[in-house]
């Protein structure tokens, strides 16, 4: 089993349409969490770290529980530039500072 | 520019050649950490220097892969004897962290592409 497993979709948007998307992580001892957004073909950029108590960022919102292990994604009023692959990322404090990474979730937003 | 930078971007060599990369972090971050990332997947951490320091490795770090960071700054990532499978992109990131805190962010390269024919 991947300790951070994601659905890959592709979910397909409307543009101005909310969309959401979850992923789980396995390992309890998981203390940091991020969104990354990576566009094809390029390098995984920083969306958003994500906080216990849910986190919001203009259109982005990420909540994290913590008793089910999983990690969501909320994009409100989705634009075209919004499609993307989005990586859940998670990190723990026995690690020191290694990542696990989602295989990532396709948003393709549609005119 | 003062992102982490990486060289070369494209990688093409035959099967058994040695290749070596190169990734130069944001200048004040003092950890280090390569990736690699297969179509479709996510980035796998391969290792990770903290200054100098190569304090984790890998399972996938294979014995024909080496990673340096002689100064604390760049950093070099060498395969020998490469082979199809090493085909991937190698991404390297870059963060500062002191020792008491665990949450950081990291920043990534725009990485190397390699092919083995």
């Known amino acids: 089993r991947k300790e951070v497993e994601q659905d890959p979709g592709p979910f397909n948007v409307p543009e101005g349409a909310t969309v959401a998307f979850n992923c789980t992580y396995s390992n309890s001892a998981s203390q940091s969490f991020f969104w990354y957004r990576q566009d094809c073909r390029k390098e995984p950029k920083l969306l958003m770290s994500?906080?216990?108590s849910g986190n919001e960022d203009g259109r982005f919102t990420a909540q994290l529980n913590r008793a089910s292990q999983y990690i969501s994604l909320l994009i409100r009023d989705s634009k075209l530039s919004d499609s993307a692959t989005y990586l859940c990322v998670v990190g723990t404090t026995d690690s020191w500072g290694k990542l696990q990474f989602g295989a990532g979730t396709q948003v393709v937003v549609t005119p | 520019d003062t992102g982490v930078s990486q060289d070369p971007r494209h990688k093409i060599t035959k099967r058994g050649q040695n290749v070596t990369f190169r990734c130069d972090p944001i200048?004040?971050?003092?950890?280090l950490y390569w990736y690699r990332q297969t179509l479709g997947q996510g980035p796998e951490f391969l290792t990770y220097?903290?200054?100098?320091?190569?304090?984790?490795k890998s399972r996938l770090l294979s014995d024909r892969f080496s990673a340096e960071r002689p100064k604390g700054s760049f950093s070099t990532l060498e395969i020998q004897r490469t082979e199809q499978g090493d085909s991937a992109m190698y991404l390297c990131a870059s963060s500062f962290r002191l020792a008491y805190e665990y949450q950081e962010t990291q920043y990534f390269g725009p990485g190397t592409r390699l092919l083995v024919l």
């Open positions: 220097f903290q200054n100098e320091a190569q304090l984790e």
């Open positions: 994500v906080y216990s």
């Open positions: 200048s004040e971050h003092n950890r």
